[in-house]
């Protein structure tokens, strides 16, 4: 799915490019807009891909958390968020 997004943001661009350089100035600003729109909305699927790979494991650790109770845990907060900062970082 993310990869007909890429494919369709790069043609929009191609696209709008070449309408630019034909001095179809509405066209171009249409199709750039549209590749705009396709470039958000990939990363927004990132983004929730991101977080559906994560949420096992934070529902996981807040279990333990939980049944285990907050000694020992000094950093509750970092042990807690880890998990969903590194895999979000690197799709990007």
Same mark, same amino acid.
């Given at each position: 799915?993310?990869?007909?997004?890429?494919?369709?943001?790069?043609?929009?661009?191609?696209r709008?490019m070449?309408?630019?350089?034909?001095?179809?100035q509405?066209? @171009?600003? %249409?199709?750039? !807009?549209?590749?705009?729109?396709e470039?958000t909305d990939?990363? $927004?699927?990132?983004l929730?891909? =991101?977080t559906?790979?994560?949420?096992?494991?934070l529902?996981?650790?807040?279990?333990?958390? @939980?049944? %285990?109770?907050? !000694?020992?845990?000094?950093?509750l907060?970092?042990s807690v968020s $880890?998990?969903?900062?590194?895999? =979000?970082?690197?799709?990007?």
């Amino acid at each position: 799915m993310l990869c007909r997004r890429y494919v369709d943001t790069l043609v929009y661009g191609i696209r709008g490019m070449r309408a630019s350089a034909q001095d179809e100035q509405e066209l @171009a600003r %249409q199709l750039l !807009k549209q590749k705009q729109w396709e470039e958000t909305d990939s990363a $927004l699927l990132r983004l929730l891909k =991101c977080t559906m790979e994560a949420a096992p494991q934070l529902t996981l650790q807040l279990y333990i958390i @939980a049944v %285990q109770g907050i !000694k020992g845990h000094l950093l509750l907060g970092q042990s807690v968020s $880890l998990p969903i900062q590194p895999n =979000c970082f690197i799709t990007y």
